[in-house]
Nanobody, 114 residues
């Protein structure tokens, strides 16, 4: 399974970014795709996830600001990030889990300036 991410960059506080992740390869129809992030000196943490059925899960720190969505019949997810704050600065990683694999993307940098 390969995951290709796009959409990171530099933005001012209060701004928005949209991350996208497209998965390819042998993927079971029952799966969960999500975004994790890792800031310098910190552990990787879940930001948001969405199952193939559309069940969503958000971390408390982003719940009212970020929205995860999934293209119907595709293993492609998007993360719309609004009201970004400096503490959102991190490398964001796409993840796909099914009954066999737990795959990661290469990561995309998101930097929010104050």
């Amino acid at each position: 399974v390969q995951l290709v991410e796009s959409g990171g960059g530099l933005v001012q506080a209060g701004g928005s970014l949209r991350l996208s992740c497209a998965a390819s390869g042998n993927i079971f129809s029952t799966n969960v795709m999500g975004w994790y992030r890792q800031a310098p000196g910190k552990e990787r943490e879940l930001v948001a996830s969405i199952s193939n059925r559309g069940d969503r899960n958000y971390s408390d720190s982003v719940k009212d600001r970020f929205t995860i969505s999934r293209e119907r019949f595709k293993d492609t997810v998007h993360l719309q990030m609004n009201s970004l704050q400096p503490e959102d600065t991190a490398v964001y990683y796409c993840n796909l889990r099914d009954r066999i694999v737990n795959s990661w993307g290469q990561g995309t940098q998101v930097t929010v300036s104050s």
